[in-house]
């Protein structure tokens, strides 16, 4: 598994962005399919976006597409989520998520996903 810390999160302003990172602690990430999901107050977590080892293979909830981008630096071991023309209903905690196993096709199950960071604050007002 892989340790994983988000940052990056914080309060913006409805149709705003924001940039959310997430830095794996080992050289390995580069062999990891990544995603990000969420979690708003009093609901399950949802997935919002994944992306395959080299980047080629990407997929995002329909909720977000158009205006967030998933992005990699495995040179850098860092996930990217950019957040635009972000709603009130974007708030929630995100987490990354590394994938069970090397090179796994990316998917938006958490069973997909065996490695999880303790989250980052998303928080959009009105």
């Known amino acids: 598994q892989v340790e994983l810390v988000e940052s990056g999160g914080g309060l913006v302003q409805a149709g705003g962005s924001l940039r959310l990172a997430c830095v794996a602690s080992?050289?390995?990430?580069?062999?990891?399919?990544m995603g990000w999901f969420r979690q708003a107050p009093g609901k399950e977590r949802e997935f919002v976006a994944s992306?395959?080892?080299?980047?080629?293979?990407?997929g995002y909830a329909e909720s977000v597409k158009g205006r967030f981008t998933i992005s990699r630096d495995n040179a850098k071991n860092t996930l990217y989520l950019q957040m635009n023309s972000l709603k009130v209903e974007d708030t929630a905690v995100y987490y990354c998520?590394?994938?069970?196993?090397?090179?796994?096709?990316?998917?938006?199950?958490?069973?997909?996903?065996?490695?999880w960071g303790p989250g980052t604050q998303v928080t959009v007002s009105s």
């Open positions: 998520a590394g994938s069970n196993f090397p090179f796994q096709v990316p998917g938006p199950r958490e069973g997909d996903f065996g490695s």
């Open positions: 080992t050289r390995t990430f580069g062999t990891y399919s």
């Open positions: 992306i395959s080892v080299s980047g080629a293979r990407i």
